[in-house]
């Protein structure tokens, strides 16, 4: 299968407004594990690995990482198979 | 503990003051280089068993023994005593804070002859092989014997071994390292290992006490009595039990191993009334790494010495037995000529994937027990929170996975299924166990097989099986021995005597084997499964046992 990232969501902005709604009154590090809960709620929910690993490349891609190398879609975590 | 068995005597050589000829040298009697002399033993192979010691390990050390080693140790003549001695278990339970999160069973079906696992102390395990290698009068062990030199050549090994008596020399065809983590061997052949190290420490505390609690694996991330770190709590014999302590990379070990230190640790989880008497504490801190290969001409490499891993999800003596296992066989058959060299190189074949997925097992727990950054620590913790009320977390919870065999599909030994086969068992995987009725009474699969190439057909409930066909497994160039298994109400005597024949009493074997009626299965005698066939075809067998055998031309022109 290949990671939808064509418009998918029948009603983006009400679900940007669920997730920052879902933030509210949360410190940094409270917001941090919501995340991380929500992101495992929904690997679980997608349940293709192959799928998850291209969301992950797409999710790495063009943020310039430590050493100031910005990251492409094939350089996500792949160490692992 | 006897301690005849690990007494010193002084070497022959030493007496004789010529140099010893030997075929195979094992240095290092633990429970590893034990396995792999008696296995050479029981193939009528004499061996040199060396060890810089004369007493069994100090403390307990490697406790948790798999159904796969207890499978192997029943076929070296020792997993009676073994099981016997050690407690048996297969539940395991991951607690967080103060709240059972999940349990597992590692062994949820019958029908196996040995348990998912046993808890034995290694000094039992080790007296125990040390009596069996004594057993076989095929093994010389020489305590206090430490090798000083080694020169590995194209045609033997020469070692110079020092004891209290002085040093002298010897040469054997080939040098079974088992020296252990740091191992002297590979030091002094200038061979490395790599691999990862992880900033944290354990503590380890053997306690002796009367107490209640279920023989089951008990894991606690950020327990009440021992915050923001992991406990490990396990059975073993003689009411002794293992308590493991995350303490964290800054912990100071020496202050750490103080008595006084540890009991207000072990009051703390237990309780301040409960009696208790320490055993052995240790410190440690561990690795996950093993070397480029692990054959290096004649010198072979080991357990710990060519591998290691974190101790969580028992993977350390496991793999290192069975790399014993592998290699025994193998070095056998090319000591009595009867197989060629290319067959000691699938040691490296077989064993470097099975280090390498014990390898990234072990780092995976470790990753999830002790995070390396904010973030990792932060899935950790959702995925543990989110584990009580949603079942497909508990997957993602890393408290161990615990040993499995590794499975040699793929290896240049193995050969590919070309008839459909469902089931659990894929060729190269090792043998899964089944009770079996025979002409005696019940039996298990698994002692049928082993120390030669076994070949079993399935015959259903065909009374008239092939009995000629069967019989011509025999007489190939490499030795097979036939065994039938017929359904319930097949009749036993359907077939001679001396074609060992079973029932396959509770239909597991059908089952577990995906087995119809004139189904093959060619077991390598390490009991793992070598090729498998829908039907009877001897010029099938003879190509696969080829491959598996390495047998030499000579051999094969003869048949």
């Known amino acids: ?81 | 503990m006897n301690s005849e068995l690990f007494a010193y005597r002084k070497a022959p050589e030493l007496v004789s003051g010529k140099a010893g000829r030997y075929r195979v040298a094992v240095v290092g009697a633990g429970p590893v280089g034990l396995c792999a002399a008696i296995d050479l033993a029981q193939y009528g192979v004499d061996v040199l068993l060396l060890d810089e010691d004369d007493k069994a390990s100090e403390g307990s050390r490697a406790i948790c023994f798999s159904q796969r080693t207890l499978e192997i140790l029943d076929r070296l003549g020792c997993g009676e005593r073994v099981v016997g001695k050690g407690v048996v278990w297969k539940h395991g339970k991951v607690f967080l804070r103060d709240r059972l999160l999940y349990q597992f069973d590692l062994q949820p079906e019958a029908g196996h002859k040995r348990p998912a696992f046993i808890n034995l102390q290694q000094y039992y395990l080790e007296q125990f092989l040390v009596e069996r290698a004594i057993e076989t009068r095929r093994v010389d062990l020489r305590w206090r014997n430490r090798v000083i030199s080694v020169a590995s050549g194209t045609g033997n090994v020469a070692l110079t071994i020092r004891t209290p008596d002085g040093d002298y020399d010897i040469e054997c065809d080939y040098l079974i390292a088992a020296d252990g983590a740091r191992s002297p061997i590979r030091s002094m052949l200038g061979l490395e290992v790599s691999g990862q190290v992880f900033r944290d420490r354990f503590l380890i505390a053997d306690v002796r006490m009367e107490a209640d609690f279920p023989t089951e694996r008990w894991f606690w991330f950020d327990p009440p009595f021992h915050p923001n770190q992991s406990v490990l709590l396990h059975r073993q014999a003689d009411n002794v039990w293992r308590i493991d302590f995350q303490l964290g990379w800054d912990a100071d070990p020496e202050i750490e191993k103080q008595p006084d230190r540890v009991i207000s640790r072990i009051r703390a989880m237990l309780g301040e009334t409960r009696p208790f008497t320490l055993e052995w504490v240790s410190v440690y801190t561990f690795r996950c790494q093993r070397m480029e290969r692990f054959r290096h001409g004649r010198v072979f490499f080991l357990g710990d010495a060519a591998h290691q891993v974190s101790p969580f999800g028992a993977r350390g003596a496991n793999s290192g037995i069975q790399d014993a296992d592998n290699l025994g066989w193998k070095l056998a058959n090319v000591l009595k000529a009867v197989a060629t060299d290319r067959l000691l190189d699938s040691y490296d074949a077989e064993r470097i994937p099975a280090a390498d997925e014990n390898i990234l097992n072990s780092t995976r727990s470790t990753d999830f027990i002790t995070p390396k950054s904010k973030i990792s620590r932060t899935f950790r913790d959702a995925a543990l929170q989110l584990a009580h009320t949603h079942p497909f977390a508990r997957g993602l919870v890393n408290s161990g996975r615990l040993s499995v065999p590794h499975s040699y599909r793929g290896s240049p030994l193995d050969s590919p299924d070309h008839d459909a086969f469902s089931g659990r068992i894929s060729s190269g995987a090792a043998c899964i166990d089944v009770p079996l009725t025979g002409r005696t009474g019940p039996a298990w699969l698994i002692d049928q097989i082993g120390n030669r190439f076994v070949c079993i057909y399935y015959a259903g409930s065909n009374r008239q099986p092939p009995e000629a066909q069967i019989e011509g497994l025999r007489d190939g160039a490499v030795p097979v021995e036939a065994i039938v298994i017929g359904t319930v109400g097949w009749p036993l005597t359907a077939l001679p005597e001396h074609i060992p024949a079973f029932i396959d009493t509770h239909g597991l074997f059908a089952q577990r084997y995906d087995a119809t009626p004139g189904s093959l299965y060619l077991f390598r005698p390490d009991q793992h499964l070598s090729a498998r066939w829908r039907t009877l075809d001897p010029d099938a067998v003879r190509s696969a046992l080829s491959r598996a055998a390495c047998p030499h031309a000579l051999a094969l022109a003869a048949s």
């Open chain 1, 1 to 81: 299968m290949t990671l939808i990232t064509e418009p998918h969501l029948a009603h983006p902005d009400d679900f940007y407004e669920a997730l920052l709604d879902a933030h509210r009154g949360f410190t940094e590090e409270q917001s941090q594990l919501l995340n991380a809960r929500l992101i495992l709620l929904l690997a679980n929910h997608v349940g293709d690995l192959d799928v998850l690993r291209q969301a992950l490349a797409a999710a790495r891609a063009g943020i310039v990482d430590q050493e100031g190398q910005p990251q492409s879609m094939e350089s996500g975590a792949k160490e692992s198979t």
